[in-house]
């Protein structure tokens, strides 16, 4: 029997208690299943960490976490400590170090969740955003010059290398390419002339290599308009981090909110491990109150399955949380309902029990 040892930085606010019931559902899967088992480490990291050791993780704390299988991150990010601090500390130290560079996140409405468009639907709303995740706008690349003085000024530029570009390019064509869907490019050519114009040559060249799949490419304003309203012409989605970032956000909206949306931050080549986490914060208004939706957690469980090779669990818990919703007898109040985090959680785990 395999053994999956599991990284767990839990963090702060409601991580903590979104990761539980994540966990509890590892467990009960494994539990069905007796090709493996997993074995759960737990890194006490985050704001908490911080006000005690002035530090978000240890110093040798990639070093702890290069062995693992995976990492299962709940949120990071407190009131009291910079949120560039913990972000930059803990989060983008990791996906930086450990060369995930990309980004996967589903927005899919599922039958019974909740959608602020009035023609939404389970088949107009199904998009896979790949999402450059280790430099592009986010490199950290710049200058702050004369602080504090009338003529300071700051530089904050777009990092975008030819290696990077390229393989998160071929990353999306090989997905598109594998489950027969079409690919958008999301990118902004006309005012960043040096980037995008870069970014959409590379698409061009890569695109070459696969004159099996159909290609589409927009600029990021038109791409935000569109999703709105006309969102079934996405569905394998490439785009640069900081594009990414904020139309995944837009994506969470369509389907369904921040307790629904899942992101995973792969390594491919697998040298390192991969990080999954739900894409919401650590959600300070409702922190302790046991009222977190924990299905966005969850979500990012089924993407660790995918991530391991048992796709056909992933799947299996993606329905658990799809018949829950669409049942919406236990439901957090973020999805109109009265039940807590870990009745949610329960729920799951008796779905995925009945098999249903
Ligand atoms: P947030 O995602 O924590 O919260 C935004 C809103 O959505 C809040 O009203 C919150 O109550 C609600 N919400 C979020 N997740 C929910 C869930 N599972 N169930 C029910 N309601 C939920 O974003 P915000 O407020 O901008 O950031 C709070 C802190 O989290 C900051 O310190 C920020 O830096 C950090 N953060 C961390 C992230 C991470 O660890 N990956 C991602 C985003 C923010
Ligand atoms: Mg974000």
Same mark, same amino acid.
């Given at each position: 029997m ?7 930085i839990a ?6 208690? &979104?990761?539980?019931? $994540? ?8 539990? %069905?299943?007796? !090709?493996f088992?997993? #074995? *759960?480490t737990?890194?006490p ?6 006000s ?23 949120? &990071?990010?407190?009131? $009291?400590v ?5 972000l930059?500390? %803990?989060?983008? !130290?990791?996906?930086? #170090? *450990?060369?995930q ?6 927005i899919?409405?599922l039958?019974?969740a909740?959608?602020p ?12 955003f ?5 430099e592009g706008?986010?490199?950290?690349a ?10 300071e000024?700051v ?15 071929r ?7 594998k ?11 006309n ?27 927009y ?11 006309d ?7 490439v ?8 139309l995944?956000?837009l ?24 990080m ?6 650590s ?18 469980v089924?993407?660790?399955f ?7 669990i992933g ?18 109040p973020d999805l109109?309902g ?12 008796e ?6």
């Amino acid at each position: 029997m395999k053994i999956y040892k599991i990284a767990v930085i839990a963090g702060d606010g409601i991580g903590p208690e &979104v990761v539980d019931e $994540g966990i509890k559902v590892m467990k009960k899967v494994a539990e %069905l299943d007796d !090709r493996f088992q997993f #074995e *759960f480490t737990y890194f006490p990291w985050g704001c908490e960490y911080y006000s005690k050791y002035n530090k978000m993780m240890d110093e040798d704390g990639l070093e702890k976490l290069k062995n693992f299988d995976a990492i299962y991150l709940g949120a &990071v990010g407190f009131p $009291g400590v910079p949120d560039h601090i913990s972000l930059w500390d %803990l989060l983008l !130290r990791i996906r930086k #170090e *450990f060369d995930q560079y990309v980004n996967i996140r589903p927005i899919k409405l599922l039958n019974g969740a909740p959608c602020p468009l009035v023609d939404g639907s389970r088949d107009t709303i199904d998009m896979l955003f790949i999402r450059e995740n280790s430099e592009g706008e986010y490199a950290g690349a710049g200058d702050w010059l004369f602080k504090g003085k009338p003529e300071e000024v700051v530089l904050q530029t777009g990092v975008f290398s030819r290696k990077g570009t390229e393989r998160i390019i071929r990353y999306a064509f090989e997905i598109a390419s594998k489950e027969e869907k079409t690919l958008t490019s999301i990118s902004k050519g006309n005012a960043l002339n040096y980037s995008m114009v870069f970014w959409d040559e590379v698409f061009n060249e890569v695109k070459e290599e696969y004159p099996d799949v159909k290609t589409y490419s927009y600029l990021v304003d038109a791409a935000a308009m569109l999703m709105v309203k006309d969102p079934g012409r996405f569905e394998v989605v490439v785009t640069s981090n900081l594009f990414g970032d904020i139309l995944t956000d837009l994506g969470a909206a369509l389907a369904g909110g921040m307790g629904l949306a899942a992101g995973a931050n792969i390594n491919p080549e697998r040298s390192y491990p991969s990080m999954f986490e739900p894409i919401h914060g650590s959600a300070p208004d409702i922190a302790g109150k046991g009222i977190a939706n924990p299905l966005a957690a969850i979500w990012s469980v089924s993407q660790i399955f995918d991530f391991l090779g048992y796709e056909e669990i992933g799947e299996r818990i993606l329905k658990a949380i799809e018949f829950l919703v669409e049942e919406s007898a236990v439901l957090t109040p973020d999805l109109g309902g009265i039940a807590s985090t870990a009745e949610v959680g329960d729920r799951v785990v008796e779905i995925l029990n009945q098999n249903v």
